[in-house]
């Protein structure tokens, strides 16, 4: 999951933000 959206998890959360936005 951290390493499939580096940037997502920036942007939201490393816990819920790299699921939950996509």
Request: aromatic content about 10%; proline content about 5%.
């Amino acid at each position: 999951m951290k390493v499939s959206y580096p940037v997502h998890i920036k942007s939201n959360s490393s816990k819920t933000g790299d699921r939950k936005s996509f």
